[in-house]
């Protein structure tokens, strides 16, 4: 069976006392996302993600004390659904510019489903 869903992940860290905002600009994010073809987007705020002695998520993102890791993805029905759809959202006069995170240490990347159990 072949799956057609693809993945954008991403993995960034936000400041603590910033989580209020973050949840309201991925909101926002989420809601264009959807009008842009996605299936559905999901956020994840850090509550047990340790720290590594040769690689961590933490370590990946450069986290500092003040600061949380967030993993979050957005499921596409496809591949060219997601090209289309990125691009728009990236267009979209309504996406939000200030994000509450150090866009530097955010990681991305997308990904084809190849397991949903």
């Known amino acids: ?5 693809y993945v954008d992940g991403f993995l ?9 905002r973050y949840l309201a600009v991925a909101t926002a994010a989420a809601q264009l996302f959807r009008r842009h073809g996605a299936i ?5 705020w850090g509550d047990d993600v ?3 002695q040769l690689t961590s998520m933490p370590m990946a993102v450069k986290r500092e004390s003040d600061e949380v890791v967030v993993f979050s993805w957005v499921v596409w029905p496809d591949k060219a659904v997601r090209d289309r759809g990125m691009k728009a959202v990236m267009d979209d006069p309504e996406m939000p510019k200030d994000m ?3 866009g530097k240490r955010l990681i991305y990347g997308g ?3 190849i397991l949903v159990a």
Request: hydrophobic fraction near 25%; proline fraction near 11%; include cysteine.
């Open 1 to 5: 069976m072949k799956l057609q869903n």
């Open 12 to 20: 960034c860290p936000v400041k603590t006392q910033d989580k209020e």
């Open 40 to 44: 559905s987007v999901v956020e994840c």
């Open 50 to 52: 340790p720290e590594g």
């Open 100 to 102: 509450p995170f150090d």
């Open 111 to 113: 990904f084809q489903t």
